[in-house]
């Protein structure tokens, strides 16, 4: 038996063997292992072994074909009990349903014992041998000793599966870790680009009259410039280096108010959407429009997996994860709000689940999929402090386990529109700090054309020489936050030492850099995203310059 222990890697491996042990030890005859089935309530036989010598088919047959309730013959005894038991004489056991067919092929006595792992009953084990077998208290102590030590080797094998699973996860996100890091370099040079381009394409429509036949040309050099910017967006949303406004929210809200544009979405002709939202879930913190975007995601994915029809699942509640478990695994202990999105389509096999939130994957035909919506829920449900976890088989649908942490405070309102952009002129000097050559070229074409006065500086060192030498006031700094030699905020802390009364307006693609812990950068206040227009520019510059408690 401890050799099986050893070298067995499963429960189901290990008690067959073990069986045959006992058997071929006791000379007992036959031997069955009852598995509990704890979602139908019963036992079930997995497994059975007997002497060659036995002719038994008959037995065997109904074995298999039986499930035993609790109490019900003595494998049911065994499993209400919790104790080994032991039968003189099947023939005359009236609980037990196979004991004509016992009768036939001439069983008699018969014992069994419960096999525990951890503080429940996983399975029974059960032998059999056709001599009128007279109660043994010593082999039931020593087959109960028998079970502990198969439990233990249960538990340790599940603890191991656990571990292996989390490994696993441990591997994933490591890969993916080292994959945001260079999608979010990508995304972040792409916005230097897309700001040029966009910048340019909307300074030359505001020159085109209405009738100029390169009006149409230069609006599609935009369209297409917006839609890269999208692209941009979700690389950075995968990398978890997007700009977020978190805030506190009411899941089962966002999603009741998500309802009929969900329905519409997946056509519910064909697929069945039920929404089971526990009233008590309780408030997460996250950007509403991202978490939108997530279940957006998700349900989409889901109504393409069943195409010839389904049921479709979203599902909120509170969890507390207090260890590892293998739903939950990679999760850290604590309380949650769980987001469940579940479908009945065509599933997935373990290597497409592998590389299943990696950005540019997919499984749709050619031109139905560009690859990033996953890895874009991917990212964040990772920069709202979650976890997402996902489970799928071929033929038996997917499930998206996603852990928000739960967060004690008052909601606040859900979301708000976007403000109105209006481009306003000033007045004033602005010195201008930008590495990148095109994108300041932009920035000083953008402000000169609003009445503004701009001084330019490659970088930091030349923006210092450059506020110590000019003359008159220099009403706002305006610098990139990631720049070489010298980062923004430093720039911003050195010059307001020489020019106290000077605003500070800072702009990135790059918005979880380590330069952002210096100088106190506001993402809400002082800063301005790339890529941007020239009229939010415009605008932001205004009301940097119109705020009296900036400094």
């Known amino acids: 038996m401890t050799r099986v222990l050893v070298e067995a890697t499963s429960l189901e491996e290990a008690v067959p063997k073990i069986i045959q042990a006992i058997g071929e030890s006791l000379e007992w005859e036959l031997g069955v292992f009852w598995r509990v089935d704890k979602a139908a309530g019963v036992l079930r036989c997995l497994d059975q072994w007997q002497m060659p010598s036995l002719q038994a088919e008959a037995f065997l047959m109904a074995t298999w074909q039986h499930v035993l309730r609790r109490d019900e013959g003595l494998p049911g005894r065994i499993w209400a009990s919790g104790k080994a038991a032991w039968v003189t004489d099947v023939a005359l056991d009236d609980t037990s349903p196979r004991r004509e067919v016992a009768q036939k092929v001439g069983f008699h006595g018969a014992f069994g014992f419960p096999i525990l792992v951890g503080t429940e009953i996983e399975g029974v084990i059960e032998l059999f041998s056709r001599q009128v077998q007279q109660p043994d208290d010593e082999l ?33 996100a490591q890969k993916m870790e080292a994959v945001g890091r260079l999608a979010g370099g990508v995304a972040h040079d792409f916005n230097n680009l897309l700001t040029v381009i966009r910048g340019y394409s909307e300074l030359l429509l ?49 999603i009741a108010n998500m309802d ?25 913190k996250a950007d509403p429009g991202q978490i939108e975007q997530v279940i957006m995601n ?22 507390t994860v207090e260890k590892v478990t293998r739903d939950a695994a990679g999760v850290a202990p604590g309380s949650y709000v769980l987001l469940i999105v579940r479908d009945t389509g065509q599933g997935m096999d373990a290597e497409t689940k592998s590389h299943l939130f ?28 979650g976890s997402i976890i996902a489970e799928s088989a071929p033929g038996r649908g997917t499930t ?32 201008l700090v930008e590495d ?48 070489p030699q ?30 952002f812990n210096q100088g106190g950068v506001s993402h809400e206040t002082s800063f301005l995203a790339k890529p941007f227009s020239p009229s939010v520019l415009a605008k932001k510059v205004r009301e940097i310059l119109d705020d009296v408690t900036v400094v």
């Open 358 to 385: 990696e950005p540019f994957f997919t499984t749709k035909e050619q031109g139905k999929g560009t690859g990033l919506g996953l890895s874009t829920v991917y990212g964040i449900v990772k920069q709202s402090g």
């Open 140 to 172: 039931l102590k020593m087959v109960e000793d028998i079970g502990l030590k198969i439990g233990q080797f249960g538990e340790r094998t599940r603890t191991e599966v656990v571990l292996r699973e989390t490994e696993a996860q441990l591997r994933q």
């Open 400 to 431: 998206f386990r996603i852990y928000f942490p739960l967060v004690e405070r008052e909601v606040e309102g859900a979301a708000g529109g976007g403000d109105a952009i209006e481009p306003a002129r000033g007045h004033e000097t602005i010195l």
């Open 298 to 319: 998700l349900v989409v994915n889901a109504r393409d997996a069943m195409p010839k029809g389904g049921s479709l699942t979203i599902e909120t509640k509170n969890v």
């Open 486 to 515: 010298m980062s923004g905020p430093e720039v911003a802390e050195k010059l307001i030492a020489l020019r106290p009364g000077i605003k500070v307006l800072y702009m990135s693609g790059y918005p979880d850099h380590p330069a």
């Open 260 to 284: 009929g544009m969900l329905r519409r979405l997946i056509g519910e002709d064909i697929v069945e959407f039920c929404a089971e939202l526990d009233p008590q879930a309780g408030a997460i």
């Open 436 to 483: 990148e050559p095109s994108v300041r070229g932009l920035v000083q074409e953008t402000l000169r054309l609003q009445g503004y006065t701009v001084l330019e500086a490659r970088h930091g060192i030349e923006a210092l020489l450059t506020g110590a030498k000019y003359v008159g006031p220099i009403h706002l700094l305006l610098t990139d936050v990631v720049m």
């Open 206 to 254: 505001t020159r085109l009259p209405a009738g100029d036949p390169m009006r149409k040309d230069m609006e599609e050099v935009k369209k297409a410039a917006d839609r890269a910017t999208g692209l941009t967006r979700q690389l950075l949303a995968f990398s978890r280096r997007q700009f977020i406004a978190a805030k506190v929210l009411d899941l089962n809200a966002l």
